[in-house]
């Protein structure tokens, strides 16, 4: 029996969360919509209309809700695809990024307006190399990118 996740990310959209997730789904691999749950005659929104999903992004249980206009996403709080490669980096940052607004060290925002990093595991440990002065050429050369270039910041902790 699979252990139930802990700790899920609970995403707030005004009405848009069937549309949020149908494109989160269509870009990560081993997704899918899980429960979704309709508005009552005593739910505040329209009878019939969405009010929560679940859903999975590469066996990552998530929540969406349509809470209304109340509230709305800020980079206080962002979702990091960890990737392995270039091309997964250039994949996700191209799919994500598609009618939102790309930003610096591989963060973005979606069309939702929900922010992304977009990034590889090897930058982190090379950001906190003992080596502070590798560490922080790996650093400097992050700062200049706005999606992270793995090359760029290898090459510039091996000079």
């Known amino acids: 029996m699979k252990a139930m996740q802990k700790i899920t990310p609970f995403l707030w959209f005004d009405d848009n969360a069937e549309e949020a997730v149908n494109f989160y789904t ?10 979704i749950t309709r508005n009552t005659d005593a739910a505040p929104g329209p009878k019939g209309a969405v009010l929560v ?21 800020n980079e206080a709080i962002s979702l990091f695809v960890n990737c392995d490669t270039q091309d997964e980096i250039d994949y996700y940052w191209e799919k994500l990024s598609a009618g939102g ?25 090379l950001l906190s190399d003992k080596d502070e002065t590798k560490a ?12 992270i270039d793995i090359k760029s910041f290898q090459d510039a902790y091996n000079s």
Do not use: H, R
């Open 26 to 35: 269509s870009i990560f691999k081993d997704s899918k919509i899980g429960t």
């Open 53 to 73: 999903i679940t859903f999975e992004l590469n066996g990552q249980k998530l929540y969406a809700m349509n809470g209304g206009p109340a509230f709305k996403f």
């Open 101 to 125: 607004e790309k930003s610096q060290c591989g963060w973005l925002k979606d069309k939702f307006g929900l922010s992304w990093q977009v990034a590889p595991a090897l930058l982190i440990k």
């Open 136 to 147: 922080g050429k790996v650093m400097q050369a992050m700062m200049k990118m706005s999606k």
